[in-house]
Each structure stands twice: as C-alpha cells, then as structure tokens.
C-alpha cells in the first residue's frame, strides 16, 4: 500500500494562485459589459495607430517644406483625407497626432490619480489638522473653475509638451481626491482597521495594507475616465494656442484649421478627422470606464 506526500505550496504560490483566480473572474465579468469590450477595441485601434505612426508615415510628411500637394485639397487618391494648409496629408498628421493625444491624456492621468489618490486617503484616514487641510486644499481646487486655472497655468509655465501634461496633472485631481476620501472613511469605520490599530499597526500600514487595496478598484474605473477629460483638456488647451507649437495633435490641428478659414473654405476633411477621433477616443475611455465601475464595484453588480 502506498502512500501520497501532500507537498505544502509556498505562500508565494498561494497568492500566485489566487491573483490568477481573480484575474480569471475579472475577465470573466468584465466580457459580459458589451460597451467595455467595444471601447477596448476603440483604443486598441488608436494604440496601434500611435505605436506604428513612424512605420505608416516618416516625419517628413509633418514638415512643411516637404509639401507636395495642393493647399486644402479635397481627399484623393494620394491624400485619402485631403491636405492642410500648407499641403500636408491630413491622414500623416491624424495618424501623428494619435501619439501626443494620447501620450498628454494617459500622463496627465497618471499624475492626477497619485495626487488625488494620495490627498484622499490621507484626508480621510488623518483627523485634525492634517486632515482639515487637505480637505480644505481639495475644496479650494474644487471652488476654482478647471479651464481657466488651466489656462493660467499654461500662460505662466509656456508652451511645451510637458508642461501641458504637468497643468492638466494637477488642476484635474480633485474630483478623484473627493472619492478617494469618501470611499477612505467607509474603510476606516470597518472592523479589521480598528484591529490593526489595537495590534500596534502604523498610519502607513494601516494605508497601503488596508486602505489602498479597498479603494483602489474605484480607483482603476476613475483613471479611465480622467484620460478622456485629459485628452478633451489638451485638445482645449491646443485650439487655444497653448499646445507644443513643435508638435501635431488633434487639438493643434483643430486650431491650424480654425485659424486657417477651413471652416469658410468648406475644408470639412480638415476639420472632420481630428474632431472624430477626440470624440471616439473619449468615448472608448468612457465605455471602459463605467464597465470597470460595474465589474469592481460590488454596489454596482
């Protein structure tokens, strides 16, 4: 008669396992959310898009001095979207302008969300003074109306690319902070904080061990939603001439075109294009979003 040796798994494997479980049984939630699945399709397209714009068109189709077609030229066989201003393919410069549309909106996002997150746990978790400031931070950003603090800052740093990312950063944080803040005290009036606190657990335990897992999936659905109103901000900030002059966007294409008389001229294939493309990518953005909400969100199931 034999015998069989159970061999105990490591704890590394364990939470190996049951990582892949969940990701198993998000995926499985989140393909049931049509309009999540449509949008993740819209910006894989983009992605793509964006990632092979060297491939499809060199550079110098953005430079004016290699023009070769007509000024605002209607589509044709060469030009699929017709031609600007100066000539140029309007298709090269949409494929371009996916690159700094989308690379403004995710880092502007990435710079919103460790804000707010940060502002919104540590107001929620600390009481006194600590708390009553951020707090009070958080309402005076709110109080202020986004575009034109947006603006503002804009003026003062200049126009580059990185500056716009910065001002869209950290004038779009604190709508995230206001639902971080609210979803940190639900989690701090639960059972297992107080526990941790009797057992001599730290502010910073107490946050990154119990607090951020909690708040973190509303986290995650917000973040989608952001980039759309980051991208729609940097397209704001472009028609506005506050954009990177140095570098092609939706936005700045929508000013060239505006500043341009496109509109008197009827040059609707250098208007159209780039509009389109803000409207799909923000709409994309959005079907993510409230899909991730429905899927992370036990309120919401």
């Known amino acids: 008669m034999t015998t069989t040796t159970v061999v105990p798994k490591s704890a590394r494997a364990v939470r190996r396992i049951r990582r892949r479980a969940a990701v198993g049984r998000f995926w499985a939630s989140f393909r049931r959310e049509r309009g999540g699945i449509a949008g ?21 189709h953005l430079k004016v001095t290699e023009a070769t077609g007509a000024v605002l ?19 090269a410069l949409v494929v371009w302008g996916s690159r700094v549309s989308l690379l403004v909106g995710i880092a502007a996002t990435v710079i919103s969300m ?14 006194g003074g600590l708390g009553s400031v951020l707090e009070r931070v958080t309402d005076w950003f709110l109080v202020i109306p986004f575009l034109p603090l947006a603006i503002a800052l804009a003026t003062v740093l200049g126009s580059s690319l990185l500056n716009v ?29 107080e526990r941790a606190r009797v057992l001599g657990g730290g502010h910073w335990h107490q946050m990154s061990r119990h607090v951020l897992p909690n708040v973190m999936p509303l986290v ?25 002059p ?18 008197s001229a009827g040059a609707w294939w250098y208007l159209l294009p ?28």
Do not use: K
Not at 41 to 60: G, K, R
């Open 40 to 60: 993740l399709v819209i910006l894989a397209v983009f992605v793509l898009l964006a990632l092979t714009a060297p491939l499809l068109f060199s550079a110098d």
């Open 73 to 91: 030229a209607p589509p044709t066989s060469g030009f699929p979207l017709g031609t600007d201003e100066s000539g140029r393919s309007v298709l």
């Open 114 to 127: 460790a804000i707010g997150t940060l502002v919104g746990i540590g107001s929620g978790h600390f009481g």
């Open 165 to 193: 990312i910065v001002v869209i950063g950290v004038t779009s944080w604190p709508g995230t902070a206001r639902l971080v803040r609210a979803q940190t005290l639900s989690v701090e009036a639960r059972p297992y904080l």
């Open 220 to 244: 995650l659905a917000n973040t989608t939603l952001t980039v759309a109103i980051a991208i729609l901000s940097e397209t704001t900030l472009s028609f506005l001439g506050l954009g990177d």
């Open 246 to 263: 140095f570098r092609v966007s939706w936005g700045s294409m929508l000013d060239s075109a505006f500043s341009n008389g496109a509109i």
């Open 274 to 301: 780039p509009g389109l493309c803000v409207v799909a990518v923000v709409l994309a953005f959005t079907l993510v979003g409230r899909a991730l909400e429905n899927v992370l969100d036990p309120r919401e199931r």
